[in-house]
């Protein structure tokens, strides 16, 4: 199957500042990127799609300022979160697909804010 | 809005034994796809099996099967000659064709932990 890059695997950073993760979609045009978050032994809950040169769609409740995300080519979407504090403390995992494929994932960010 | 449930939130098995894990999903939808994803402690998701709605033969991959009722809204997942390495959070999901192509999201279930023991 298509791969999907995502970087970092860990972060930690201290509470106020920002952190970008990077998904990329390595052998593939990924014409629409999606990312998610997961809690401890929950399910992933989608946050945002992002389709490549156009505005992301945010799902009801989630912070389009918190949670910044860019889809500015068509192999790489950033989710960049701001001013982060210990609540945003998460794992979080992009997917990509093009327009016929299955979604592809990557291999997940765990975020520590201290 | 489309729901999937998976009522199960822990099995576990010994090795080489067969497991069905359950799903249920609601929709409207007549178009749509079902998948169930594995997330091993890596957490990487990884596809297991995909069925299309409008295909009545349930879809199989080697020692994994589907049980797909689309009357019922059912769609469980068999493993068969279960092995240690099946040990993971297995997901039921749903995605429905109508759209934006490529923009269709997954709705995932809440999950459910299988143990395979030695």
């Known amino acids: 199957g298509a791969v999907v890059s995502q970087h970092p695997s860990w972060v930690i950073c201290k509470s106020g500042t920002s952190v970008k993760i990077e998904c990329r979609s390595l052998d593939f045009q990924a014409t629409t990127m999606f990312w998610y978050r997961q809690f401890p032994k929950q399910s992933l809950m989608l946050m945002a799609t992002s389709n490549e040169g156009s505005k992301a769609t945010y799902e009801q409740g989630v912070e389009k300022d918190k949670f910044l995300i860019n889809h500015a080519s068509l192999t790489l979407s950033t989710l960049t979160v701001t001013s982060a504090h210990p609540e945003d403390s998460s794992f979080y995992i992009c997917s990509a697909r093009d327009l016929y494929s299955e979604a592809f994932f990557g291999q997940g960010t765990r975020l520590t804010v201290v | ?118």
């Open chain 2, 1 to 118: 809005a489309q729901t999937v449930t998976q009522s199960q939130p822990e099995m576990s098995v010994q090795e080489a034994e067969t497991v069905t894990l359950s799903c249920t999903y609601d929709t409207s939808e007549s178009n749509y796809y079902l998948f169930w994803y594995k997330q091993p402690p890596s957490r990487q998701m990884i596809l297991v099996i995909r069925q299309e709605a409008y295909k009545q033969q349930n879809a199989t991959e080697n020692r994994f099967s589907v049980n797909f009722q689309k009357a019922a809204k059912s769609f469980s997942l068999k493993i068969s000659d279960s092995q240690l390495g099946d040990t993971a959070m297995y997901f039921c999901a749903f995605m429905k064709l109508s759209g934006i192509q490529g923009a269709q999201k997954l709705v995932f279930g809440q999950g459910t932990r299988l143990t395979i023991n030695p």
